[in-house]
């Protein structure tokens, strides 16, 4: 039997990164896998594999990351090289969350997307990927399971929340539930998943027509503080009460202002 050879961080980095930007990535996985490297690369991915086919998934959680990310590149053929390491990796926390769950007679997951996120970065690190690559995977990891939203005030408030990520996660949200087909899963759930997933994107090309009532300097002349986290944190507070209709214009905008940094000690 061929002893397997794994090669050094900087190698592993290259090659992955090439594989995952392949016009059939999910291909190559596969291809990775039965050659053995998978297992001797990534040992968190391929026990994945243990975890059998159970409620939306029809496929054992290796083989349904390796499919999801197979939707994401028929969906999305553009998807960023962050998103398609999300997608691969999205359930890698399962086997190392899972709990027999005896009063529904199930196995329970819960947490495995705060375990799938740590576990990512030692998984990336590993492999010497930057730090800002690494921590944007790991957080398109955390949120995937976050509930996608009901109606338009949702929306709204789900951009404001997570614009950073998008639309990478809303790409890797969709490509999970599509690439689900268990007994669980039905035509009619998708349907309202995918609706949900129009209704951010309606939100998102409307926050980004909005245009803030006021500027950071202002908020720096306003809250008389140099540049920094909390004047960032008063813009988003101030994008949000715009959106929600609570101001309309800029003295309105200084007044709640005002009223954030009483509440936050900020003017003591």
């Known amino acids: 039997m061929r002893t ?5 961080p900087i190698t592993q980095h290259l ?21 053995g490297w998978l297992a001797a690369l990534m040992p968190e991915l391929e026990m994945c594999a243990e975890v059998l086919p ?7 959680v290796l083989e349904h990351q390796i499919e999801a ?5 028929q969906l999305f053929p553009t998807s960023s090289f962050e998103t398609r390491l999300a997608t691969l990796l999205h359930d890698v926390g399962k086997p190392a969350s899972r709990i027999w769950d005896e009063a529904r ?3 329970s997951f819960f947490g495995h997307d705060d375990m799938g996120a740590r576990l990512v ?12 690559l690494t921590e944007r995977v790991s957080l398109l990891i955390a949120r995937h399971m976050i509930r996608l939203p009901a109606d338009e005030t949702q929306a709204a408030r789900f951009v404001r929340r997570q614009r950073a990520l998008l639309p990478d996660l809303l790409h890797l949200m969709l490509s999970d539930r599509e690439a689900s087909r268990g007994a669980s899963s039905s035509s009619e759930a998708r349907y309202a998943y995918q609706l949900g997933f129009e209704r951010v994107l309606s939100a998102m090309n409307a926050h980004d027509a909005v245009k803030p009532l006021l500027s950071g300097r202002d ?5 008389e503080l140099p540049p920094g986290k909390v004047i960032g944190q008063a813009l988003e507070v101030l994008m949000e009460l715009q959106s929600s209709g609570e101001i309309g214009t800029a003295d309105e ?6 009223r954030w940094a009483v509440v936050r000690g900020l003017n003591s």
């Open 15 to 35: 090659e992955l990164t090439r594989l995952l930007l392949a016009k059939h990535a999910a291909t190559g996985v596969v291809a990775l896998r039965q050659t």
């Open 253 to 258: 905008a200084r007044a709640a202002l005002k």
């Open 54 to 60: 159970f409620g939306f998934h029809h496929l054992n």
């Open 105 to 107: 007679g199930r196995w």
């Open 219 to 223: 908020v720096m002349e306003v809250l």
């Open 4 to 8: 397997l050879q794994v090669a050094a």
């Open 121 to 132: 970065v030692e998984i990336l690190e590993r492999f010497g990927f930057e730090a800002a």
């Open 69 to 73: 990310l197979r939707v994401l590149l």
